[in-house]
C-alpha cells in the first residue's frame, strides 16, 4: 500500500507538469570536438515503456527501503528480480548507447542514479528544475539524505554550463551549505544560474526552495573546462 501511495502521488504531480522552456541559442555544438575527449552526448529517442519501466524501478526502490516483510515474501521478490536481471542481462549496452541518462524529456534523463526532477527551463541565463525527493532518498527522520543533495545541485551545474554555452567541463568545488531540513515527497525547486567566469573557470550558484520560498540549502560550485587531452 506504501508503494502504491507513492507512485500516485508522485506520477500526479509530475503530469502537472507542462512543457519545459528551453533557449539554447547560447549552446556550443561544435564543443566536443574542441574541448577534452568527453564523448558527444545524443538524446536518445524512447517510447512510453522506458518511461513506465524507470518509473516501475523507481518504486522498487523505494520498496527496497521501506518494505518490512516476511522471508518469504524477500525470497520471492529475489526470484523475479533475478528474473528480471536474466531478461535484460543479453541487452546490456556501451555507454551513450542504452537509452538511461539520455532521455531527456524523463525525469532525471532516464537514469536511476539521477534524481527524479523535471527541467522547468533552461537558458543562458540559467537552470530551474522541480522534483520530489522519494522514500529512496530518505536520509532519517523524514528528512532527504544529505548526500543526494550534492548530486542534485552537482547535475543542475552540468545543465547550468551546457545551457550557458561553456566548454565541456568537469566539476572541480562544490560547497553545500544545509539551511533547513530537506523533506521528502514535498514538491520543491532548484535554481543555478553562471555567477562569474575567468578564462577555463566557470562559477555557479543555486539554491534549493520549498512551496514557500524558503532556503533549504545552497551551493556554489566551481566547473573547469577540459583540455584537449583530458577526459
Not at 536518445?44 to 527501503?65: H, N, S, W, Y
Amino acid at each position: 500500500m506504501f508503494g502504491r501511495c507513492i507512485t500516485r502521488g508522485y506520477g500526479a504531480y509530475m503530469s502537472e507538469q507542462t512543457q519545459p522552456t528551453i533557449d539554447d541559442s547560447a549552446v556550443d555544438e561544435d564543443r566536443y570536438e574542441r574541448h577534452g575527449g568527453f564523448p558527444k552526448v545524443t538524446p536518445a529517442r524512447v517510447g512510453p515503456e522506458f518511461g513506465e519501466f524507470v518509473e516501475a524501478m523507481r518504486t522498487l526502490q523505494d520498496l527496497a527501503v521501506s518494505a518490512d516483510a516476511p522471508a518469504e515474501v524477500y525470497g520471492a521478490a529475489r526470484d523475479q528480480v533475478n528474473a528480471l536481471i536474466e531478461l535484460l542481462g543479453p541487452y546490456r549496452a556501451p555507454e551513450q548507447q542504452g537509452p538511461a541518462g539520455r532521455a531527456v524529456e524523463l525525469p532525471g534523463r532516464g537514469s536511476l542514479l539521477l534524481l527524479p526532477w523535471r527541467t522547468v527551463s533552461a537558458g543562458p541565463d540559467g537552470i530551474v528544475m522541480q522534483g520530489v525527493f522519494r522514500r529512496f532518498h530518505l536520509g532519517g527522520n523524514a528528512a532527504a539524505h544529505g548526500g543526494v543533495l550534492p548530486l542534485l545541485f552537482d547535475d543542475l551545474f552540468g545543465m547550468t554550463v551546457h545551457y550557458a554555452g561553456r566548454p565541456i567541463s568537469r566539476t572541480a568545488f562544490l560547497h553545500v551549505n544545509y539551511r533547513k531540513v530537506t523533506p521528502l515527497d514535498t514538491p520543491l525547486t532548484v535554481r543555478g544560474r553562471v555567477e562569474r567566469i575567468e578564462g577555463r573557470k566557470t562559477f555557479i550558484s543555486a539554491e534549493l526552495v520549498d512551496e514557500e520560498g524558503t532556503v533549504l540549502a545552497d551551493s556554489e560550485g566551481l566547473m573547469v573546462q577540459l583540455l584537449p587531452w583530458q577526459p
